[in-house]
C-alpha cells in the first residue's frame, strides 16, 4: 500500500511525499504521510470488512455504513477527533481490508477537507491498481 500512489499523486493530494512514515500496529500495516489540508494513511488490515461489519460501535462514531469502492465491497465510518472528522473507507481484500484513512488538518486559508468524501475518492483512485479480492 505504501507505493500504490505516485509523488506526484500524494503531492496533488496534498500531503507530502518526504514526510511518509511505515505503521505496523494491532495488525494493521501501511504508511501515513502529512501535509494539508489532511493526514493520509493507507492500509492492509489484518480484520475483514465483514468482521468490521459485527464490531461494537461506541459514542465517537459520528457514521458507519456499507458501501462499495468501483464495485468493491467496503464500508466507511467516521469519527470525531480533537474538533476534526477522521474518516476510514474499508474495501474488501479477501482474507484482509484495505483501508483508506483521512484525517482532515486545518489548511493555511482555514479550510478543512472533508474526510470521508475525501476517502472513498482516494479509495476510488487507488482501487483499480489492487489485487482482487479472492
Keep these: 500500500m505504501c507505493t500504490i500512489l505516485t509523488g506526484a499523486e500524494l503531492t496533488q493530494l496534498g500531503v507530502r511525499p518526504d514526510t511518509r512514515e511505515t505503521m505496523d500496529q494491532f495488525g494493521s500495516v501501511g504508511c501515513e504521510w502529512v501535509g494539508k489540508p489532511l493526514r493520509l494513511s493507507l492500509e492492509r488490515d489484518k480484520e475483514t470488512v465483514a468482521s468490521y461489519r459485527t464490531r461494537q460501535r461506541g459514542p465517537a462514531f459520528i457514521t458507519f455504513a456499507e458501501n462499495a469502492v468501483n464495485g468493491r465491497a467496503g464500508l466507511t465510518f467516521a469519527v470525531d477527533r480533537d474538533g ?34 475525501e476517502a472513498l475518492r482516494i479509495a476510488q483512485l487507488i482501487e483499480p491498481r489492487l489485487p482482487k479480492a479472492s
Excluded at 476510514?88 to 472533508?114: C, F, N
Design 84 to 117: 476534526g472528522t477522521d474518516c476510514e473507507q474499508l474495501m474488501d481484500g479477501g482474507s484482509v481490508s484495505l483501508v483508506v484513512h483521512v484525517a482532515s488538518t486545518l489548511s493555511p486559508d482555514g479550510h478543512r477537507v472533508d474526510s470521508c468524501p
